[in-house]
């Protein structure tokens, strides 16, 4: 089975900390994807990478930056994090020119809470 | 930009009954996919189901099965037999491929909850 592993389920963060969020795939794929998911809005797309060393921001990529230095891994960086930025984040991967025939795999998810 | 709208934000249904999830979308494109993910208490998110924009047919998987009207817009999602299973966040999405690029786009989702 393909697998997407956040590294954490739940995180509690204070105002003004740096958080790395960590995505980890073992399938090879060369894309990979931050959302973040609110209560009736959806989820909307932070930064993808469809290469290592390579990204593009998403539509709501202000507070928050992506490291891929690895092909297998992807980092979501709040840089000063923000009660706003309370929220789901998830982390998904695909083939490049896979998505459209396979869809995405997911991760299960990190519940981020700044306080 | 594309735009996916989902105007259900919560339905019920009652167990082996069927029940049919809206979806509307925008885009300038001809050619496209659309998708319906599922996301259980587990947060996980599953593939539901996917239609191809050229394809005329519409997709089924077993008890899912959609109704595609490209001239409308439209993707609507169908589940027959509902099973208590079912009960989670289905989220219809939009993935247009012109350019390489394969984002989706989700709509704000719907909570469907099936009572035994």
């Known amino acids: 089975d393909v697998k997407v592993t956040q590294s954490s389920r739940y995180l509690v963060k204070r105002t003004g900390e740096k958080v790395f969020l960590e995505c980890v795939q073992d399938m090879d794929h060369e894309n990979m994807f931050w959302y973040r998911q609110d209560p009736g809005l959806g989820l909307r797309l932070i930064y993808f990478?469809?290469?290592?060393?390579?990204?593009e921001k998403g539509d709501i990529p202000e507070g928050y930056s992506v490291s891929r230095e690895k092909k297998e891994r992807f980092s979501l960086i709040l840089e000063s994090a923000s009660t706003n930025q309370t929220s789901m984040y998830l982390c998904?991967?695909?083939?490049?020119?896979?998505?459209?025939?396979?869809?995405?795999?997911f991760g299960s998810g990190t519940r981020l809470t700044v306080v | 930009a594309q735009t996916v709208t989902q105007s259900q934000p919560e339905m019920s249904v009652q167990e082996a009954e069927t029940v049919t999830l809206s979806c509307t979308y925008d885009?300038?494109?001809?050619?496209?996919?659309l998708f319906w993910y599922k996301q259980p208490p587990s947060r996980q998110m599953i593939l539901v189901i996917r239609q191809e924009a050229y394809k005329q047919q519409n997709a089924t998987e077993n008890r899912f099965s959609v109704n595609f009207q490209k001239a409308a817009k439209s993707f609507s999602l169908k589940i027959s037999d509902s099973q208590l299973g079912d009960t989670a966040m289905y989220f219809c999405a939009f993935m247009n491929t012109q350019g390489g690029s394969e984002k989706l786009v989700f709509g704000k989702g719907m909570k469907l909850t099936v009572n035994p």
């Open positions: 990478s469809y290469d290592v060393k390579m990204k």
């Open positions: 885009t300038s494109e001809s050619n496209y996919y």
């Open positions: 998904a991967s695909s083939f490049y020119s896979g998505g459209a025939k396979d869809g995405y795999t």
